[in-house]
């Protein structure tokens, strides 16, 4: 048998690789501005107890903060992305633990700066806006400070809590250690015969095969993994939810969900009516795994059949060249400033680290500093589903690029609730670019049953998340420990519910939940749906009023931070504060079913993979 072997970074060529090192030519320089970070530390750490003695005071201290983070978050995103080249490194291991470090101190020495700025009063810092102009740019962020007034401890306790949070957060990093590094999960031999890596990227390859013993077999071995690691992994997410649990109750917050939403000023009513709506349409959902079922032609419908596409139109695959000129193709209603500087950014700059290689870290993602380009870690394999990421991760470099070009260092970040938005218009722009070129019924319905998977994967899927995470903070914050059959029952309930009596129940599912990274950053996964359905909507308005809605969504991407998120989104012309967007992305997937089903029925032979005229 032939044995295909990942490569190792070396074997990947240097064109394929992001450009790094325009952040840093000599690499010494990082730990220098580790330094300099620390040096601005000491002189913010001085200021305490002066801060709020003038308008002058005041500025001096938030620059000096801004300064000094700017050099310490450069430094940070470089060595994180050196780590994730290959978490096997030693080098940048070390490396990533020493920004990390730099950072945390960075943290602890200005931690007083906020409790500082809420001993005062919104008179006396109406009046420095008054004083000192410069102060200006900064009324946003003391505005926000000022909205977390009654949430913020003493400046000791500020000071211990930025100190030990290196230690105190360190779930995240340890589980991406266990699960990047040294978890091994062997091979496959695939429908040619040929032995493969079974690694997270080539595991949905694997789960897309049209050979159900391939399927079944990655399924089984990935799980199986997992599930050896069961009370270590039960553990570490415990000590994460426990962590939230205790820093909530620190700071006078009714529970850790209400201390995540509060500082980007979301109501819990958000959080909730996505649940309560996703629920409304799971029958469309059992709808749909009858009619996957019935189009794979299966007596029993698992777990490990849900990512394969019950139509292949062909056997497509594309270079990252090709694909950069497809997506390019699909974004020209985007206008063309915006996809010349994706391309330069993809082709000429190097924004993108494309291959796969032996201790990558899996997935994909969109990093960057203020300072440096919005770069994008890939897996890519050529697939149609790689063509989404690509333009996904694009969507969030750009919404960075647009963000960065346009506001101060200290709005030049997302919130994540607004983050997804961005990623999720440009795939719909690519899903209604192939919809609308195509009459071929096998195509269309191929499709139209890739993107019911996207609201499958992005609202239903990440709904069911947020839903057991809130479960278990709830467990948690009700006095329960999280066990792990706590976990692994409460995880196969809510699977069991989200699928459907169609869905033939399987035990090793109840182990998904520890392959979720996305669980160490708490009550994230919801904003994918809320950022699907805001995202649905603002792509319709692009396409159907064209220029208009288009100079809407750009001056948006340019916002950044510069207000709370729902702000943000009404200048694209969507308000997330009422259900209206999540309803009517659910009411597309119900329409999308329908068609589908009208569509396949009578038509379809799933064993040959044919339509029959």
Not at 21 to 40: F, N, Q
Not at 545 to 565: H, K
Request: aromatic share 12%; glycine share 6%; proline share 3%.
């Amino acid at each position: 048998m032939n044995t295909v072997k990942q490569k190792t970074r070396a074997e990947i060529p240097e064109e394929y690789k992001w450009n790094i090192s325009a952040m840093y030519p000599d690499e010494s320089d990082v730990d220098r501005d580790m330094e300099i970070a620390g040096t601005y530390g000491k002189k913010l750490a001085e200021m305490q107890g002066s801060v709020m003695n003038s308008a002058d005071s005041l500025l001096q201290a938030l620059e000096t903060y801004a300064e000094g983070m700017r050099y310490a978050e450069n430094a940070f995103v470089y060595a994180h992305m050196k780590h994730d080249e290959d978490n096997a490194d030693s080098k940048y291991t070390e490396m990533y633990g020493r920004a990390v470090s730099a950072i945390t101190r960075f943290s602890a020495d200005a931690s007083f700066l906020e409790p500082e700025i809420l001993s005062s009063d919104a008179e006396t810092i109406d009046g420095y806006f008054s004083e000192n102009s410069g102060l200006e740019k900064y009324r946003f962020m003391i505005d926000q400070i000022m909205h977390g007034k009654d949430h913020v401890l003493t400046t000791d306790q500020e000071y211990v809590l930025a100190s030990m949070n290196e230690v105190l957060k360190s779930s995240g990093s340890i589980y991406s250690a266990l699960c990047d590094a040294d978890m091994v999960f062997g091979t496959i031999t695939d429908s040619d015969g040929k032995i493969r890596d079974l690694t997270h990227s080539t595991y949905i390859g694997f789960m897309e095969s049209n050979d159900r013993r391939v399927r079944k077999e990655a399924f089984d071995k990935m799980y199986e993994t997992y599930r050896s690691h069961n009370n270590a992994l039960a553990a570490l997410y415990g000590t994460n939810v426990r962590y939230d649990a205790a820093n909530a109750k620190l700071r006078s917050y009714s529970s850790s969900l209400e201390a995540s939403l509060a500082p980007a000023n979301i109501p819990l009513s958000v959080y909730d009516s996505l649940l309560a709506s996703v629920h409304e349409h799971l029958p469309a959902m059992y709808k749909y795994v009858s009619i996957r079922k019935r189009l794979l032609g299966l007596d029993d419908m698992s777990m490990w059949d849900v990512y394969v596409p019950v139509a292949s139109p062909d056997d497509s695959k594309y270079t990252f060249e090709e694909a950069v000129d497809l997506i390019s193709e699909a974004l020209a209603p985007m206008g063309e400033e915006y996809v010349s500087v994706l391309r330069k950014g993809l082709l000429e700059e190097k924004w993108a680290d494309v291959f796969e290689n032996k201790g990558k870290t899996s997935g994909a993602y969109s990093f960057g500093s203020y300072d440096s380009y919005p770069y994008m870690l890939l897996n890519f394999t050529g697939k149609l589903r790689d063509l989404f990421t690509l333009i996904h991760e694009s969507g969030h470099s750009m919404h960075s690029y647009y963000t960065r070009s346009s506001q101060p260092y200290i709005y030049g970040d997302h919130s994540i609730f607004t983050a997804e938005v961005a990623s999720t218009v440009n795939e719909n722009l690519l899903m209604r670019y192939l919809l609308d070129r195509t009459d071929d019924p096998k195509l269309l319905s191929y499709l139209i049953n890739f993107y019911i998977d996207e609201f499958k994967g992005t609202v239903f899927r990440q709904t069911m998340f947020a839903e057991f995470e809130k479960a278990a903070h709830e467990y948690v914050e009700h006095g329960g420990s999280l066990s792990a059959e706590w976990l692994n029952n409460e995880y196969d309930r809510l699977n069991t519910l989200y699928f459907g009596p169609d869905m033939t129940h399987d035990d090793m599912i109840q182990y998904e939940w520890s392959r979720i990274p996305h669980f160490y950053s708490s009550y994230y996964v919801y904003q994918y749906a809320t950022g699907f359905s805001a995202a649905t909507a603002i792509a319709h308005n692009i396409l159907t009023e064209g220029e208009a809605a288009r100079d809407r969504y750009i001056e948006f991407l340019r916002t950044g931070s510069s207000d709370y998120p729902i702000e943000l989104l009404r200048i694209a012309g969507v308000d997330m504060d009422t259900p209206q967007p999540v309803m009517t992305a659910l009411d597309t997937f119900d329409e999308l079913v329908e068609r589908l089903d009208t569509l396949t029925k009578g038509y379809f032979n799933a064993k040959k993979n044919l339509y029959i005229q």
